[in-house]
């Protein structure tokens, strides 16, 4: 994948930002003092009067977000992962969940991907905690051209929505006219051996993975599980049936998130042998992206092991 | 001046109390320290001060108000009642299964609630985006944050009050229902907030003392809040109360914050409350 295009999924939801700003008028954007980071800058530059800016506050920003948004408003409101899930959890949960107010939560820098600022900055719990909330859409794009398409589904549709987004230059996966659809998995490449259920930056690596394993003779379906809520059960349950195994990979904890989400299904409805890659319920550290994603087993040859090791 | 007819909002709110307090003892259960001192302040916004209609709950441009204290909702749903938004005998069902009268305010269950609170502090925050959104959309109405001061403890007050100021929202007041006491007892004593006036001033706040149980002390407060408009300040009204007011044997007890009275209390409480009429 050497020639392979990358760009940062924040970049795209700027890019986003700012296409969407033109069309609808009532979109209104937040940042806690990262609008740089968050790629919320450039909607700043082209409408000022509906950028607000919330300083180091991302408490406030999230319940001045629901106030914004039950005014009539639409708005993606923007800080690091660790501080949206994190800090402001329950005034999410309350303030913006129990109402069913209309904020998109762009949580950008997720994962350990955030590299070098460390594990104060390195979220691994965030779609778990979302998903817990009742009417939380739960979103992790894969690429540039699944964020951008996703975020035009999820302004369009009423409600509370957490899109996950990353700091570091992801290869583009998508054909920049691909559709999508919030809750529908996007199954990237046949296979009646195993399953490999991927999910944000994971879903590049498990088509690596696929294309190892196929060398060795096991053909693994790939699917892209951009929507942790509502989950795709359906894709779900026909991946158990018909290929007898599934292994999850997520830059996100193995506790709760897309492996929990999918283990949900599978348990209840086809139980098959299942496995996880992911953060191992440990905290990150300093460091370059890639060599932290390889220390702590989130790379293609960390899911062609845990593949193996289920057939 | 503006005529009002204050004995008549004193019957009001005597009623409200009354409502609030016989919701709170079917339900055994709710706050009646916090929803008498916040009674006379929600009175002379909703029946004096605040432009709203009873029958369309959703009117453009209309005046809002976040009761941040969410637990002195019977004191609310009272008013709301009283004021035409539903038959006030509805809210007996208060905090039972089923009810659109929760324990602590659903917007999605009850008209004329416009925001769902319960988890302190969040409300003021609430209350200061929607300020914003009226400037945004150049909206005449005021926004009505109304808190306790045991509240104010909470750090997200603090980070809106920022905002408020640095948004230079003057259609957004804020009104503390300072009655001193919290559940662990003196709010000053539990974690000092006074001097409150002080506190928001320097926050950037227009401030206003005022007495919560005199209408004309707070009609005087909330009239010269709302000419602050143009100042591109926001105001806080300082409201001083007590809890449990209207009841002698409940004002100024902490005990009273969230326990509902027995049998016997009730009945002499409504006694008291019956007054003269």
Redesign the interface.
Known sequence: MADVKKIATRAAYGEFLVEEGAKRPELVVMSADLSGSNKTDGFEKAYPERFVEAGISEQDMYAEAAGLALSGKVVCASSFAMFVAGRAYEIIRNSIGYTGANVKICATHGGITVGEDGASHQTFEDLALMREIPGMTVINPADAVSTKALLGEVVDTYGPAYVRLGRSNVPVIYDENETFEVGKAKTLREGSDVTIIATGIMVADALAAAESLAADGIEARVIDMHTIKPLDKEAVIKAASETGAIVTAEEHSVLGGLGGAVAEVVVQSCPVKMAMVGQKDCFGESGKPAALLEKYGMTAADIVAVVKSVK | MKERNYQELKETARKVRMNALRAIHQANSGHPGGSFSVTDILVALYFDEMNIDPKNPKMEDRDKLVLSKGHAVPALYAVLGERGYFDVEEMMTLRQVGSHFQGHP???KCPGI???T??LG?GF??????????K??KKDGFVYAVTGDGELQE??IW??A??AA??KLDNFIAIVDWNGLQIDGNVDDVKKVTPIDEKFASFGFNTIMADGHDFESLFSAIDEAKANKGTGKPTVIVAKTHKGQGVSFMTDQAGWHGKAPNDEQFEAAMKELGGEK
Do not use: C, F, R, Y
């Open positions: 659903n917007m999605n416009e925001m769902s319960g988890s969040q925050s609430v209350a200061v985006g929607m300020a914003i959104a009226n945004m959309d750090g997200i980070e809106a920022l905002s640095n948004h």
